[in-house]
Every structure is written in structure tokens, then in C-alpha cells.
């Protein structure tokens, strides 16, 4: 499995990539491409077709959860596949692969909307939907997890905003895991679940337990010190090679993580391969 950073809100040093508060992941298993969230904007486009990574063939779109730093990037999609309507070019329509809550109306303070501007109605025109809680294997060893177990006690569920009139516990959050030679590659979008409660998932998903990698946004932002330390604390008996925390993982939550496991840079056009 080859996964390239197309979205984060970094960029590697002398990459002339566009970056964004964001996140989006191309993941290549077995001749399956998959679109691992579509970050804010077109920047995921931009820096896709700039590394030569084409979407015509694309065969699926997942989400991990539907804030708009993962979803908005779905309006310059359906762009690019009309315009190449249009032009007469050959592509595949990809599945669409999330939470059945994934398209609900969120609002957060100072944001009127902050989940996705498309309804799964509108983007059943244009993607072969699949909205599932329960896991989904896209590959042999790729899995779409669905909707995460929320079950240690540090990593204390906190709403962002309001959904339907009531607080929103980001229920749709969810992970990408595929089972390799050296164990579990945890692909995460934000991590609202825990991500020790994604990995204690992952392992029961899968039947593996050692893991490999986690790459992506580790929801700790400022995080709560019993809520850092369980998380180090986890991380560490798990005996993790690495780990490439980014877009909402702050600089003291990664030097705090380094402690416990081994913390590698990451961020726009960083490519990992796995066996």
C-alpha cells in the first residue's frame, strides 16, 4: 500500500505544495485508488494533479467524518468530474465510502456551518454511495472502520458544536486500517473517536495487534494533561515503530508524543509505503 499526503496543514521543506487546515490522503492498495477525505478547498486537487496523480480512474472516495476541513473539497471534485463530462474524457465513477451521518448540518461558535455543504442526496447523483456504521473492507487488507467504540476513560468525549439542535459528539468519525507484514497502518482523519480508542478498534476489526504507523490528525489540541498522558501512556505500551501526527495535532502534543514513541515529520506530498 503506497499513501501520499495531498491536504495537511503542512508542507515539506523545498515541496512547493499548497497547504490548508485541512487533510486529504491518496491511498494506492492492489490497483484500488482510494480519495481519503477532500480537505477544505481544490488544494487537494491542485497538489494531486502537480504530483501527477490523476482522479479519472479514481475508484473510491472515503470520509472520515464530515467537518467542512474534510468534506468542503467535495464541491471542486463533482467539478472535475463534470468538466471531464464535458470534455468527452473517459474516467470511472468512484464510490463514496462514510457514517451515515456524515452530511448532517453542523453548527460551531463563529461558524453557521461547519459540516458538509453537500447532502448524501445531491451526491448520490454524482458517487455510488455506500453510509455504513459497520466496518467495510475495501481491499483484502483495507478496511473502512465505521462507527469507532468510544471506551478508555482519558479520552473524555467533548461536543464541537450543534447538530440538529442538540450537542454533536462527532459519531461519524471514523479511520481507514490496513493490516500489512509489519501490522496495522491506522489512516485518520481528525481522531474525534480517540485514537487510542481507533486503535483498540483497528485490533478487534482486524485481529492484529501490533501496529505499524498512524498517520494523520490526532484531535489533540491543547488537549487536557490526563487526556495527553493516557494517550502517551497507550501509544507506548503499544510499541509503535512511528508515528506521523499532523493537522490537529499541536507542537506540544507532538514533543510530549516523541517521548513515548518514535514522532516522524510529515505533511503535503510525503509518501509512505507499506508491504
Known amino acids: 500500500m503506497v499513501t501520499t499526503i495531498l491536504a495537511d496543514n503542512n508542507t515539506l521543506i523545498d515541496k512547493y505544495y ?5 487533510f486529504s490522503a491518496f491511498i494506492e492498495d492492489k490497483g484500488v485508488s482510494v480519495l ?3 480537505g477544505y478547498s481544490g488544494v487537494f486537487l491542485q497538489n494531486a494533479l502537480k504530483m501527477g496523480i490523476s482522479f479519472k480512474n479514481l475508484q473510491y472516495v472515503c470520509l ?8 468542503w473539497g467535495l464541491d471542486p471534485l463533482i467539478r472535475y468530474y463534470t468538466e471531464l463530462e464535458q470534455e468527452h474524457t473517459a474516467h470511472t465513477e468512484p464510490g463514496l465510502i462514510a457514517h451515515p451521518s456524515v452530511f448532517r448540518s453542523i ?5 453557521s456551518e461547519a459540516g458538509s455543504l453537500l447532502s448524501a442526496e445531491k451526491l448520490g447523483c454524482h458517487f455510488d454511495m455506500c453510509l455504513s ?9 483495507l478496511v473502512f472502520l465505521g462507527e469507532i467504540p468510544r471506551t478508555n476513560d482519558f479520552e473524555v468525549e467533548c461536543p464541537i458544536g450543534v447538530s440538529g439542535g442538540k450537542p454533536d459528539y462527532v459519531k461519524d468519525d471514523s479511520a481507514l486500517v490496513y493490516t ?4 496495522l497502518v491506522i489512516i485518520t482523519g481528525c481522531s474525534h473517536s480517540g ?14 495487534t501490533v501496529i505499524a504507523d498512524i498517520i494523520g490528525g490526532f484531535h489533540l489540541l491543547n488537549p487536557s494533561r490526563e487526556r495527553l498522558e493516557g ?16 493537522h490537529c495535532t499541536d507542537l506540544r502534543s507532538k514533543i510530549t508524543l516523541a517521548a513515548a514513541v518514535p514522532v516522524e515529520e510529515t505533511g503535503v506530498s510525503a509518501r509512505y509505503e507499506f508491504r
Open 195 to 208: 485514537i487510542c480508542n481507533i486503535v483498540e478498534y483497528a485490533k478487534r476489526v482486524t485481529g492484529e
Open 180 to 183: 500489512g507484514e509489519d501490522g
Open 133 to 141: 456504521r459497520e466496518p467495510k473492507y475495501i481491499t483484502g487488507q
Open 107 to 111: 453548527s460551531v461558535d463563529g461558524f
Open 64 to 71: 472520515s467524518h464530515g467537518h467542512m476541513d474534510h468534506t
Open 231 to 246: 494517550t502517551c501512556r497507550y501509544l507506548q505500551a503499544q510499541k509503535i515503530k512511528g508515528i506521523h501526527p499532523c
Open 36 to 38: 481519503f477525505d477532500v
Open 18 to 22: 499548497l497547504g490548508e487546515p485541512a
